[in-house]
């Protein structure tokens, strides 16, 4: 069973920034892909940015290219793993509920592939920006 714990959301003003962190504890196989999505009020979730644990490599929505950057610790741990998402030059439309996702049995992201690759997810995390 793999747990993930969000934290770091909140209300910023546009043009400000967060750091957003996932921690996933429990076992998980080797390199693992670890997610974030939104979704805000009325729309369709969307992912927003992934990195594959086990090389670093990134994926971004193309509406926060430039503006979001994901890290990583413990890429190596089988049994931890955090992941950040730094958001600077935010805007209204990043306002959200932000979930972390994780796929516990390793393999690289399928990005464009929508959310179905991953398992376990988060609880979610507001993030308000306002105008």
């Known amino acids: 069973q793999v747990q993930l714990v969000e934290s770091g959301g909140g209300s910023v003003q546009a043009g400000g920034s967060l750091r957003l962190s996932c921690v996933a504890s429990?076992?998980?196989?080797?390199?693992?892909?670890m997610g974030w999505f939104r979704q805000a009020p009325g729309k369709e979730r969307e992912a927003v940015a992934a990195i594959y644990t086990g090389s670093g490599t990134t994926y971004y929505a193309d509406s926060v290219k430039g503006r979001f950057t994901l890290s990583q610790d413990d890429a190596n741990s089988s049994v931890k793993k955090t992941m950040y998402l730094q958001m600077n030059g935010l805007k209204p439309e990043d306002t959200a509920m932000y979930y972390c996702?994780?796929?516990?049995?390793?393999?690289?992201?399928?990005w464009g592939r929508g959310s179905t690759q991953f398992e376990y997810w988060g609880q979610g995390i507001l993030v308000t920006v306002s105008s």
């Open positions: 996702a994780i796929d516990p049995y390793g393999g690289a992201c399928l």
């Open positions: 429990g076992y998980t196989y080797g390199g693992n892909c």
